[in-house]
């Protein structure tokens, strides 16, 4: 079981930057892969960003790849997403998932955060 809770979304110019953080709680969290995915109204939800919690292992995906950056926090049970070189296009509600790495799908989702990137 994984709850998760993100925050850190806000309003923010064009060119200008945000962290969002996904405060996860859970046992055994090593065996989980986290992603960060983006929706807009009318849009189906899309990846962004995932990380182990264990090991080296990201991924982005190529729009937000060079200005994206996901980290984490293990003694905090947090996973970051710091955003630069924000895009109006970046404009969406973001939420963090969870999965058991060896598998694909995310199981566990967060409430979600609003960010929008004024032009």
């Known amino acids: 079981q994984v709850q998760l809770v993100e925050s850190g979304g806000g309003l923010v110019q064009a060119g200008g930057s945000l962290r969002l953080s996904c405060a996860a709680s859970?046992?055994?969290?090593?065996?989980?892969?986290m992603g960060w995915f983006r929706q807009t109204p009318g849009k189906e939800r899309e990846f962004v960003a995932s990380i182990w919690w264990s090991g080296d292992r990201t991924g982005y995906a190529d729009s937000v790849k060079g200005r994206f950056t996901i980290s984490r926090d293990n003694a905090r049970n947090t996973v970051y997403l710091q955003m630069n070189s924000l895009k109006p296009e970046d404009t969406a509600v973001y939420y963090c998932a969870a999965r058991i790495r060896i598998l694909t799908e995310y199981a566990y989702w967060g409430q979600g955060t609003q960010v929008t990137v004024s032009s």
């Open positions: 859970g046992r055994t969290l090593n065996n989980y892969a």
